[in-house]
């Protein structure tokens, strides 16, 4: 009755209980024998034999329940262990996943233009040029001519001249529109060439603008869907223009990922420049589609961009954005030319679009359609991206070949 039991390191309180129990039935029998006559022994047998079998009982249960308490404190400790363990791994895989998803945003972030100084853009060879920053104060917005996503596009003035001015719609840039506000001016202003929107230089305050060349015929989309009667002669300068421009991009490993009639621009010679550097990257690899899903627009969209990991293993198809995702698109363009409809217009939602696209819908090439032409239309939008010719492959076809209506 003496025993003292420990749990988890702890004294139980048990053994004092018992040491008292054991001392008030010492008493009570001390009590019952001064009452009860001694001839009685008989009697006094049976009771001496029924305490003792109590107090045998009474230590067999407390050695049992404490037992009990024993295995059930290391089993309730082990079950919060694994608790506390598994919050713990959790917590890191989800901290792991994070920090993965922002990792593009980031490593961008950290070299983003600071309204706060003054940014200095580097010319295509490297040599630090003149600070490219303009003035707020200097620029004039005339009118409203575009806009779209984060920006609004004005006609204005500068230096005595017309330009084009992008402005960024947000009262404060976040990591993400500031991203493609670095990415846009940087790109633009190391590219100089006939068939890409020249760039001037950018204001960071109080408004983040970039200054660019204005195009006075608007759109290609905008002409493409006009009354304006279009000779094939010309439908066939501006698939040159556009294949020059893109092929100057892939020479410098620069993948626009954003290529539609919207973002070709024509000057008023009907000449065609590519614009719309935002979501461009210069690439010596591939960016795995995975982080782009939100790229693009997806009438313009390439299969390889719009499908899930089920449909990549079924078809075979790496979901990898390459220069072959701005091949498709410039076939879009080229059936836009063709057709001058918009690409899947029946289409209801944009889902029905990503789906026609990956099973391997394309619109109808309309029946007018020079054959050459037509040709070309259908190797650039092929399925697979490496049956895709390279650009430089389609500028030379365009220029050795004089297409004509059939």
């Known amino acids: 009755a003496g025993r003292s039991y420990v749990v988890f390191g702890r004294s139980s309180s048990s053994s004092s209980v018992t040491a008292s129990s054991s001392q008030a039935k010492s008493s009570s029998e001390s009590i019952s024998s001064s009452i009860i006559p001694a001839s009685s022994s ?53 901290r792991k996943r994070k920090n993965a998803e922002q990792d593009d945003i980031a490593m961008e972030v950290n070299s983003r233009p600071s309204k706060q100084k003054r940014i200095s853009l580097m010319e295509k060879d490297g040599k630090q040029s003149m600070s490219l920053v303009i003035s707020y104060k200097k620029i004039k917005k005339l009118q409203k001519i575009g806009g779209g996503g984060s920006g609004i596009v004005y006609k204005g003035r500068w230096q005595n001249t017309y330009v084009a001015i992008k402005q960024l719609t947000l009262m404060e840039l976040d990591p993400k529109a500031e991203v493609e506000f670095t990415r846009e001016a940087s790109i633009m202003s190391a590219l100089r060439h006939p068939n890409i929107v020249e760039f001037y230089g950018v204001c960071l305050e109080p408004e983040c603008c970039i200054v660019m060349e204005y195009m006075t015929s608007g759109s290609l989309h905008k002409l493409l869907h006009s009354d304006e009667e279009i000779t094939w002669e010309l439908r066939e300068r501006i698939a040159l223009d556009i ?31 590519l614009t719309d550097f935002g979501l461009s990257k210069e690439r010596t690899d591939t960016t795995l589609a995975p982080t782009t899903k939100n790229i693009g627009t997806p009438g313009w969209m390439p299969p390889e961009i719009l499908m899930d990991e089920e449909d990549s293993i079924h078809q075979g198809i790496k979901t990898e954005y390459t220069k072959k995702a701005d091949i498709y698109s410039y076939g879009i363009i080229l059936w836009e030319i063709s057709s001058r409809k918009v690409p899947f217009a029946e289409a209801k939602h944009n889902m029905e679009i990503m789906k026609s696209v990956v099973k391997g819908i394309r619109p109808e090439i309309p029946l007018d359609c020079p054959i050459k032409f037509s040709n070309l239309i259908q190797r650039c939008w092929t399925q697979r991206p490496e049956e895709r010719p390279d650009i430089s492959e389609v500028e030379k076809e365009l220029e050795l070949s004089q297409i004509q209506p059939s």
Request: charged share 15%; glycine share 12%; hydrophobic share 35%.
């Open 42 to 94: 008989s009697s006094s047998e049976i009771k001496s034999n029924s305490s003792l079998l109590i107090n045998k009982n009474s230590s067999s249960t407390s050695k049992g329940t404490n037992l009990g308490v024993i295995i059930g404190g290391v089993i309730g400790g082990s079950l919060l262990l694994c608790l506390i363990t598994g919050t713990g791994i959790g917590y890191l895989i989800y």
């Open 243 to 273: 294949a020059q421009g893109l092929d100057y991009l892939h020479e410098n490993n620069v993948v626009h990922r954003d290529l539609k009639s919207l973002n070709i621009l024509l000057d008023e010679n009907k000449r065609a420049k």
